[in-house]
C-alpha cells in the first residue's frame, strides 16, 4: 500500500526538531536500515524507538533518522 515519509525542515525524516530541553533526542545514523525507504514513517524502527522511549520514560521523545543506502 501507500506509505508516507516524511522530512522535516532540516532534512531529517521525522517530526520537527522540539526544542532542546522539550524531549529527549535521539538521531539514527545509518545505511538502508536506518533508511527504511520503503516503509511508512510509523513503520520505521527509529519511530518504534520513539514511541517506545516516550513510553518509558514519560515524557516527550524526538528520534530523527538520516539513514542513507
Known sequence: ???RL??????IRGDPLPARDSAY?????GGSTTECLYLDDRETW??????ELAA?????A???NVGIS
Not at 25 to 29: I, T
Not at 46 to 51: G, H, K, S, T, V
Not at 56 to 60: A, H, S, V, Y
Open 6 to 11: 516524511t522530512v522535516n525542515e532540516g532534512g
Open 25 to 29: 533526542r535521539v538521531l539514527c545514523v
Open 46 to 51: 527509529p519511530r518504534l524507538l520513539q514511541d
Open 62 to 64: 524526538w528520534v530523527g
Open 56 to 60: 518509558r520514560l514519560g515524557r516527550p
Open 1 to 3: 500500500g501507500d506509505g
